[in-house]
């Protein structure tokens, strides 16, 4: 949902294909309308996950989270019946947010390499602990875990940035084209084709940081879609994550505060 919103600021037009549920989904529909996005909800019985954060003055957030519905197995198919009818070659199909109960593991493997058989392309951000075995099956066209999700998928440690880069790079060998990193204060680590980079942000006073990750992503996927450089792409998608914590909850960030930090952002190249 919240890749959506970003994209359509800029004028990418996208499909979001919701599972909300059926007691709230009032709540998560009407900023899809608002904005003028295309949108499919698939309601489910129950509440959609609520995050209830408290801000104090001291900027320190406490969550407390609402457990969500389970998804019945004919919500799946109903999805997988969307995705056959809308996936076409090159199709870019991005799968974010924390699985809700009911999506297993393997559930949204076979929905990964449901849409790789219609040709569609996988950016993943979700809570699933794929195996490399399971991740060279689909061949992602991208991934972006943060560093605690990326030490789940390797089952080890990697204290450092070159643990975490040798990684990346098996990762890269199993067919992923794009490994984003999320490294919280310290940015974004990057593996692919063209080598790899840290991305270094500004530092900000963060009002909510909740979706940043989210906007990140739709940062790359724009300047992907636009045709950016790699750099240009890196650049994007770390002011998108950055201007998004200067927002109220998960507000898209504004053109004008994403610009501003576009131009501190900077790179390195590791290798």
């Known amino acids: 949902m919240n890749v959506s919103r970003a994209l359509r600021i800029y004028g990418v037009e996208s499909l979001a294909l919701v599972l909300a549920g059926a007691h709230n989904r009032e709540r998560y529909e009407e900023p ?32 407390f989270l609402r457990e969500g519905f389970t998804v019945p197995y004919e919500a799946v198919e109903e999805l997988l019946l969307l995705l056959g009818r809308e996936v076409r070659e090159r199709t870019l199909v991005v799968i974010s947010g924390t699985l809700p109960a009911g999506i297993s593991d393997q559930i949204l493997l076979d929905i ?21 075995e399971e991740i060279g099956r689909f061949t992602p066209w991208l991934i972006k875990p943060n560093r605690k999700e990326l030490e789940e998928m390797a089952r080890r440690e990697l204290p450092g940035t070159p643990e975490i880069v040798d990684f990346c790079r098996e990762l890269t060998g199993r067919g992923v084209c794009h490994c984003l990193v999320s490294m919280g204060d310290s940015g974004i680590l990057y593996a692919g084709a063209e080598g790899v980079y840290q991305v270094m942000v500004p530092n900000v006073s963060v009002v909510s940081a909740v979706g940043s990750g989210d906007y990140c992503l ?32 998960t507000s898209p960030p504004t053109p004008l505060a994403t610009a501003n930090i576009l131009n501190q952002v900077l790179l390195e190249k590791l290798d």
């Not at 996005?37 to 801000?55: F, H, K, Q, S």
């Open 218 to 249: 739709a940062g790359f996927v724009l300047g992907q879609a636009t045709k950016k450089s790699l750099v240009q792409s890196l650049k994007t998608a770390a002011s998108f994550g950055t201007a998004a914590c200067l927002t109220e909850g």
């Open 32 to 63: 899809l309308k608002r904005e003028g996005i295309r949108y499919t909800i698939l309601p489910v019985p129950g509440y959609t996950r609520e995050n209830i954060a408290i801000v104090e003055e001291s900027r320190t957030v406490t969550r």
């Open 112 to 132: 990964c390499l449901a849409i790789r058989e219609r040709g569609g392309l996988v950016a993943l951000d979700t809570s699933a602990r794929f195996t490399l």
